[in-house]
């Protein structure tokens, strides 16, 4: 047994926010379990072994097991490498008089066995919308933020994907905290569901988080977020701003001009009165030349405020291709995969359901939408909007 005591002060968060506390695991360990107890502040806690990282909970947990064939959701099992590993600690909030804290480390011979639960029964999916687009391609609806258990949201990976398909979702991004550990459930959830599960990551730090889309593996969130983005587009990922003006989470890391992703979270479900035009100006900022709008609900748990699919991101996909048609910038984001959508078709923007809204061009013209499926030239690059006629956004097109 390892135990590390002690007190993180203010000064030691500013100083360097993530702590690692060594411990040693001997040859023949078959599991490790970490149990942290502090008295107020918020503290992350993860875990990284000889070989790279082996698991992160943030603060959704004070304590986690990793065995040879199990882990605490959120960490990677698997054999565990003789040699010095370390406790991850994230002083994430650590107020003026300081958090005392204790660490304790236990080391077995045994690990846990993994146990295979029966999935929750398929659901009845509602029907499809019936929704323009050219031969070969057509538009898939989904949700490109998610939690599961893997990190602090309720679910596991295959009731989650169960509540995509009863939605009505095509796709579903599955982007945990910091984590990867949910990735090698993503495929049997998702066919057994009848949903496309996309592997993803939410790097999550104190000064913004972003998704990365696509079996990239883990992302070092310890690193400059720069780096964030080419180890992305190195691997065939993505990523993507997420939540930028949303309280405490808001992205407020240095990114260079160059270096920023085209592709941001410009509806999430935070946008809740959204005649409030903010995201719209930080997008025309942020990137000048154009945004890929994406849109998120940032789901965790059925009982809170937020539902999965609202908003709802329409990808232009080649049959299945998600990742493909979120390259190609071909999105669309509605309030809800049954509400008022404005898509791209060939030449023209089509407006459905949106009979009374305002439709608005990148360069400020707008014009009135009448009736319930209008077809206008499409004579303008960027982002587009649907509105009441309160200003209130109810659609956006890339």
Same mark, same amino acid.
């Given at each position: 047994?390892?135990?590390?005591?002690?007190?993180?002060?203010?000064?030691?968060?500013? %100083?360097?926010?993530?702590?690692?506390?060594? =411990?040693?695991?001997?040859?023949?360990?078959? #599991?490790?379990?970490?149990?942290?107890?502090?008295?107020?502040?918020?503290?992350?806690l993860?875990?990284h072994?000889?070989? !790279?990282?082996?698991?992160?909970?943030?603060?959704? +947990?004070?304590?986690?097991?990793?065995?040879?064939?199990?882990?605490?959701?959120?960490? @990677?099992?698997?054999?565990l490498?003789p040699g *010095?590993?370390?406790v991850?600690l994230?002083?994430? $909030?650590? /107020?003026?008089?300081?958090?005392?804290?204790?660490?304790? @480390?236990?080391?077995s011979?045994?690990?846990?066995?993994?146990?295979?639960?029966?999935?929750?029964?398929? /659901?009845?999916?509602?029907?499809?919308?019936?929704? /323009?687009? /050219?031969?070969?391609?057509?538009?898939?609806?989904?949700?490109?933020?998610?939690?599961?258990?893997?990190?602090?949201? *309720?679910? *596991?990976?295959?009731?989650?994907?169960?509540?995509?398909?009863?939605?009505?979702?095509?796709f579903?991004a599955?982007?945990?905290?910091?984590?990867v550990?949910?990735?090698?459930?993503?495929?049997?959830?998702?066919?057994?569901? !009848?949903?496309?599960?996309?592997?993803?990551?939410e790097?999550?730090?104190?000064?913004?988080?972003?998704?990365? =889309?696509g079996p990239?593996?883990?992302?070092?969130? $310890?690193?400059?977020?720069?780096?964030w983005?080419? =180890?992305?587009?190195? +691997?065939?990922?993505?990523?993507? @701003?997420?939540?930028?003006?949303?309280?405490?989470?808001?992205?407020?890391?240095?990114?260079?001009?160059?270096?920023?992703?085209? =592709?941001?979270?410009?509806?999430?479900?935070?946008?809740?009165?959204?005649?409030?035009?903010?995201?719209?100006?930080?997008?025309d900022?942020?990137?000048? %030349?154009?945004?890929?709008?994406?849109?998120?609900?940032?789901?965790?748990?059925?009982?809170?405020?937020?539902?999965?699919?609202?908003?709802?991101?329409?990808?232009?996909?080649?049959?299945?291709?998600?990742?493909?048609?979120?390259?190609?910038?071909?999105? #669309?984001? #509605?309030?809800?995969?049954?509400?008022?959508v404005?898509? $791209?078709?060939?030449?023209e923007?089509?407006? @459905?359901?949106?009979?009374g809204?305002?439709?608005?061009?990148?360069?400020?013209r707008r014009?009135a939408?009448?009736?319930?499926?209008?077809?206008?030239?499409?004579d303008?690059?960027?982002?587009?909007?649907? %509105?009441?006629?309160?200003?209130e956004?109810?659609?956006?097109?890339?």
């Open positions: 047994m390892t135990v590390h005591r002690g007190r993180w002060s203010l000064e030691d968060h500013l %100083e360097q926010g993530l702590r690692a506390l060594p =411990f040693d695991v001997p040859s023949g360990t078959a #599991s490790v379990t970490v149990e942290l107890s502090h008295d107020g502040g918020v503290i992350d993860g875990c072994g000889p070989d !790279g990282f082996r698991g992160w909970s943030g603060g959704a +947990r004070r304590r986690y097991t990793v065995g040879a064939e199990w882990a605490t959701p959120g960490y @990677i099992p698997g054999e490498e *010095t590993w370390h991850w994230g002083l994430h $909030r650590i /107020p003026p008089d300081g958090v005392p804290y204790e660490v304790t @480390i236990t080391t011979g045994a690990s846990p066995r993994r146990s295979d639960d029966p999935p929750p029964p398929r /659901p009845e999916r509602p029907p499809r919308r019936d929704l /323009p687009a /050219p031969d070969g391609f057509r538009w898939l609806a989904g949700d490109l933020h998610s939690h599961t258990v893997h990190s602090d949201g *309720t679910l *596991t990976v295959h009731e989650l994907a169960c509540l995509a398909a009863s939605r009505g979702l095509d579903l599955v982007t945990d905290h910091n984590t550990s949910h990735h090698p459930e993503l495929a049997a959830a998702g066919a057994h569901a !009848g949903v496309l599960l996309l592997p993803g990551q790097v999550t730090t104190d000064l913004g988080h972003a998704n990365v =889309f990239t593996g883990w992302v070092d969130f $310890r690193r400059p977020s720069a780096d983005a080419a =180890f992305a587009r190195a +691997r065939g990922g993505l990523m993507s @701003i997420n939540h930028p003006l949303s309280g405490d989470c808001a992205w407020r890391r240095p990114l260079p001009a160059d270096d920023r992703p085209r =592709f941001a979270e410009i509806w999430h479900s935070s946008w809740w009165d959204r005649r409030w035009g903010a995201p719209l100006a930080w997008a900022v942020w990137r000048p %030349e154009g945004v890929v709008p994406l849109g998120g609900s940032d789901f965790h748990d059925p009982a809170q405020h937020k539902t999965l699919g609202e908003p709802v991101t329409w990808v232009l996909a080649e049959g299945e291709d998600v990742l493909g048609g979120l390259a190609a910038g071909r999105t #669309s984001v #509605s309030a809800a995969p049954d509400a008022p404005l898509l $791209r078709d060939g030449g923007l089509v407006a @459905i359901g949106a009979d809204t305002v439709l608005v061009r990148p360069d400020g014009a939408v009448r009736g319930d499926r209008v077809r206008v030239p499409a303008h690059p960027g982002m587009h909007r649907l %509105e009441t006629h309160e200003n956004v109810i659609a956006l097109c890339g």
